[in-house]
């Protein structure tokens, strides 16, 4: 795939954020990383180029979850980040269970919980040793602004940059 697909597949709203543990979160509740660039490294003002330091790291995921559903189609990964901030979300839940009549059922599901909390929790930890390294495999971007315009040039594009002045 080419840059120029590349971008225009970014556009397409999928869910884009900065944060490597929600990612990792993410990645663990099946929401994939895009297949054409699961990730970008942009250098700017803020965080300028420095061999071996990233810029403005972005992870790209699918817009929803393939692994949960609500019952009527999938979870949104939007939905499971406002969930990762939330600090009601297991109050919620365990008024939830305790609504269940059946003490059986009710105790499998609270002893069966926290495993599978863990289990989630191994997954996030192992996501996030493994997208902590995806900056480095990809080409970076420099953001630039000339006037009152603004624009991506890949760091590479060593030919374009010397023309317009800018590795001065």
């Known amino acids: 795939m080419n840059k120029a697909e590349n971008l225009k597949d970014l556009k397409k709203g999928h ?3 900065a944060s490597t543990d929600l990612a990792a979160s993410l990645m663990a509740c099946g929401c994939k990383p895009l297949e054409s660039g ?3 490294n942009t250098y700017t003002d803020n965080k300028p180029y420095r061999t071996g330091r990233p810029g403005e790291v972005r992870y790209h995921l699918e ?26 979300a297991n ?20 002893k069966q919980l926290p495993l599978a909390i863990m ?13 902590r390294k995806w900056w480095r495999k990809i080409e970076p971007w420099i953001l630039m602004k000339r006037n009152n315009k603004t ?3 890949p760091r590479s594009a060593k030919k374009t940059a010397k023309e317009w002045g800018l590795n001065e």
């Open 151 to 153: 624009f991506l040039l």
């Open 15 to 17: 869910y884009i954020t």
């Open 119 to 131: 289990s989630h929790h191994r997954a996030a930890m192992g996501n996030r040793s493994i997208i």
């Open 63 to 88: 817009k929803t979850s393939s692994t949960f559903n609500d019952g009527e189609g999938y979870i949104f990964t939007e939905d499971l980040a406002v969930a990762f901030a939330s600090t009601d």
């Open 91 to 110: 109050e919620i839940l365990d008024d939830l269970i305790g609504k269940i009549e059946d003490p059986s059922l009710r105790s499998r599901i609270k």
């Open 38 to 40: 699961a990730c970008t």
